[in-house]
């Protein structure tokens, strides 16, 4: 496992919010595959495995890595390193990510390989090539740095071939993002700085973003943000929409609205429980149980325009759940989910701020019942 000097040092403010909230950070797949390539290449350029090996990541930390495994032959040198996410529920919190160096003849550069549970890029959209493993592009630069430092002391020519794997990987990936965007075979080999910051919100706000741009890239103009696999199933039900064409939003509806504003389509439809589209509705981005609420009072004066009376809204107010709320309105023909949807939808076209996205959406209850829709509607309100 890895160790760090203080808390603090982990990523500057991130640092500082660390040390308040007590959770530990950890370790990037990236920069456990460069401790484990370090590792490998010094060995295999005649030192010992370095144990533990220490790496400098991007901001200019200096974590120290155990080894894990290590073998040596006349022409690679394998390493491997357990990665340690922290605190953060990461799951590949634990995997053993393995770096085997092999030599090559001067003037080959370095050259990455996917070794068994790394994945191979298949499709467009993705900050790598199709065909080329997945390992990303901060990782690499990472990893050509380590080796070049290597070989300045240890007299190597730094070309080399990097063979990255993960123990288990194809199976750890079907948990991830990776095979919705063509990522098939494995995992990711991640990390911008090396750090991972615990309960972060930044990696699926990331892959958000890259779900974007594997759908631009495979040229669909329609895409649906869906908060769950029920919201998503009935979203495929009512529009068709390919699997490259839907974005796991989670809770996270802003960070789908911002990317689109910056990097349009046609059109978006925004699928999900009624409680969560009700707290969109009410104009918060965020829709996690933890930093948003059903605002019931909200409701209850939605419902009013919609027709309720005063005995029906202040049901609605005092109701124990937002779904509750739009069965109460249901069953007295007062059209809650639509009006919900509407507002979710008018909420939506706000945060765009004109750009060139038309916006439907559906409430759907825990079965998935539609309970509410909105039609589409673009900027200028058609």
């Known amino acids: ?18 040390e308040r909230s007590g959770l530990r950070h950890g370790w990037t797949t990236g920069a456990c595959a460069t401790a484990a390539t370090t ?11 370095p144990d533990p090996v220490t790496v400098e990541l991007p901001k200019g930390q200096r974590p ?8 040596l032959t006349a022409d690679r040198a394998m390493a491997a390193v357990v ?26 550069g370095v ?46 020519t730094g070309d080399v ?21 063509g990522i098939l075979g494995g995992l990711s080999i991640l990390g911008t700085t090396g750090i991972v910051v615990p309960y972060s919100c930044s990696a699926w706000i990331d892959s958000i973003r890259r779900g974007v741009d594997v759908a631009r890239a495979a040229g669909r103009t329609h895409v649906a943000g869906c908060t769950g696999s029920t919201s998503e199933k009935v979203a495929v039900a009512v529009h068709g929409l390919p699997q490259d064409a839907l974005l796991d939003m ?10 689109l504003r910056r990097h349009p389509v046609d059109r978006l439809t925004v699928a999900g429980g009624f409680a969560k589209l009700s707290k969109l509705a009410a104009g918060h981005l965020d829709l996690h149980s933890s930093r948003s609420q059903v605002d019931k009072g909200f409701l209850a004066e939605l419902a009013r325009r919609g027709g309720a009376d005063a005995e029906l809204a202040e049901a609605v107010a005092t109701a124990n759940t937002g779904l509750e709320t739009v069965q109460l309105c249901t ?27 038309a916006v439907d959406v559906i409430c759907i209850d825990r079965a998935g019942t539609i309970v509410g829709r909105a039609e589409p509607r673009g900027p200028g309100g058609g």
């Open 1 to 18: 496992m890895a160790e760090a000097k203080t808390t603090a040092e982990a990523a500057g403010g991130r640092g500082a919010q660390l």
């Open 39 to 49: 590792a490998a290449y010094t060995a295999l350029l005649g030192a010992e495995f």
């Open 64 to 71: 120290a890595f155990a080894l894990a495994a290590e073998e």
């Open 83 to 108: 990665k340690d996410a922290g605190d953060d529920p990461d799951v590949t919190h634990g995997a053993l990510v393995r770096a085997t160096v092999r030599v090559l003849p001067p003037g080959s």
């Open 111 to 156: 050259v990455f390989r996917a070794g068994p549970g790394v994945g191979t890029v298949t499709r467009p959209g993705l900050p790598l090539e199709v065909g080329e493993p997945a390992i990303n592009p901060v990782p690499r630069q990472m990893m050509r740095d380590h080796i070049a430092s290597v070989a300045a002391r240890y007299g190597g």
């Open 161 to 181: 071939e990097i063979e990255i794997s993960v123990d288990h990987g194809e199976e750890i990936a079907r948990s991830t993002w990776n095979p919705r965007l």
């Open 250 to 259: 989670g809770d996270f509806a802003g960070a789908v609205l911002k990317y």
């Open 331 to 357: 069953a007295r023909g007062v059209p809650l989910g639509d009006l919900v949807a509407a507002a979710a939808r008018d909420t939506a076209l706000g945060v765009l701020r004109g750009a060139p996205v």
